[in-house]
């Protein structure tokens, strides 16, 4: 009788890619033929401390920080707690970089990262992560934001580099084009562009009212948690209705057109005020990514608006990313085994 063979565990390649958002923080590293992604939500939310409720955490492995006589959830049940005492999560990052308001941000993030990301294959492998282009309609230090992610992933054992996170967006669904159209990665912080032409930028940059704004609007609007709008939004949205909608669900299409035609503005004013706006010869592709653009019926939504609009550049088609919340994360891949291919 013949015996059977072992199965042979797909070769991890060295390099990966990690998309540090508002609201997830994902990682991808090659497995052999297939991409695999770690995902964690980027939220915590303290609850009162006792050594009978640490138990339970650690017997439901759930992940948790001890700090100064308070316990912090991290990550994904995280918004299940916030959720249940009606309460709102806390962001360890804020419109797309660290926050400075959250004095326990970088413990925060630095326990999502590590948890993520891993130990690297080997000491100093490289491993990009994401970060925001120049913010079109808000004054910020990015310095601080990338120095520590750098301070974080180098303490774990990387090489750290930056990638920008529409640049990532082309990097991972524009391959067939030659690199060459417009990344749009529309998160909870920020929404981020990149025009590219072969791989190398010509515009990218960032607005800072996104997935985040719209469920602030939406919580005022209607009174409840922006956690609780954001549960909705993410379970259940389907904006292809435009009819016979709850109060929260009509809200939150209002405000997904808003975000939508605050976007598009913001394009076509830097392509105006731009020296180096670009004059292509084939219309482009625009790729859509990213958490907020999940709800079923955003595609129609952005080319609806987009048929509105006079867009400077001709463009042939506009598409989903294939996989959008993982996009940037790939993009990043991509870039890091490119990197490692090099040494």
Same mark, same amino acid.
């Given at each position: 009788?013949?015996?059977? +063979? ?9 390099? +990966?890619?990690?998309?540090?958002? *508002? ?12 991409? %695999? ?5 980027? %939220?915590? =939310? $303290?609850?009162?401390? &006792? ?5 339970? #955490? ?9 700090? $100064?006589? &308070? ?25 797309? !970089? ?12 630095e326990?999502?990262?590590? @948890? !993520? ?9 490289t ?21 520590? /992610?750098?301070?974080? #992933?180098?303490?774990l ?23 060459? @159209?417009?990344?749009? &990665? ?16 010509? #515009? ?38 435009r009819? @016979? ?13 808003? #975000? ?27 790729? /859509? ?8 019926? =955003? ?12 867009f400077?550049l ?7 990313? &294939?996989?959008? /919340? ?6 990043? /891949?991509?870039?890091? *085994? ?6």
């Open positions: 009788m013949a015996k059977k +063979k072992a199965k042979v565990a797909p070769r991890i390649e060295k390099g +990966k890619g990690l998309d540090v958002g *508002t609201a997830f923080i994902v990682c991808a590293e090659q497995h052999g033929e297939k991409i %695999a992604f770690r995902t964690q939500r980027d %939220a915590f =939310f $303290d609850i009162e401390h &006792s050594d009978f409720t640490k138990q339970m #955490l650690i017997n439901s492995k759930v992940n948790y920080i001890e700090k $100064d006589d &308070s316990l912090y959830v991290v990550g994904n049940e995280a918004m299940e707690f916030a959720n249940i005492f009606h309460a709102e999560l806390r962001r360890p990052l804020r419109r797309g !970089v660290i926050s400075p308001s959250e004095k326990e941000a970088l413990p925060m993030v326990l999502i990262i590590r @948890g !993520v990301a891993g130990k690297p294959a080997y000491k100093g492998e491993i990009y992560f994401s970060t925001p282009g120049p913010a079109l309609d808000a004054d910020f230090d990015m310095v601080y934001h990338q120095k520590t /992610l750098e301070g974080m #992933l180098t303490r054992g990387y090489t750290p580099k930056t990638i920008n996170e529409g640049l990532a967006v082309v990097f991972s669904e524009l391959a067939k084009e030659g690199f060459t @159209g417009m990344g749009l &990665s529309f998160g909870s912080g920020m929404v981020n562009a990149c025009l590219s032409y072969m791989s190398v930028p010509i #515009l990218a940059f960032c607005v800072t009212k996104a997935g985040d704004w719209i469920d602030q609007q939406v919580a005022a609007a209607v009174g409840e948690t922006a956690s609780r709008v954001c549960a909705i939004k993410e379970s259940s949205l389907d904006l292809t209705k009819d @016979g909608l709850s109060r929260i669900e009509a809200a939150l299409s209002i405000y997904h057109d808003n #975000l939508i035609e605050y976007v598009l503005a913001h394009i076509m004013r830097e392509f105006e005020r731009s020296e180096k706006a670009p004059r292509m010869d084939k219309p482009i592709v625009i790729v /859509l990514s990213g958490g907020s653009t999940m709800p079923k019926g =955003f595609l129609q939504r952005f080319n609806d608006v987009l048929a509105q609009t006079k400077p001709g463009v042939g088609e506009v598409r989903m990313a &294939s996989q959008a /919340l993982y996009s940037v994360a790939k993009g990043a /891949l991509i870039a890091a *085994t490119a990197d490692e291919a090099e040494k």
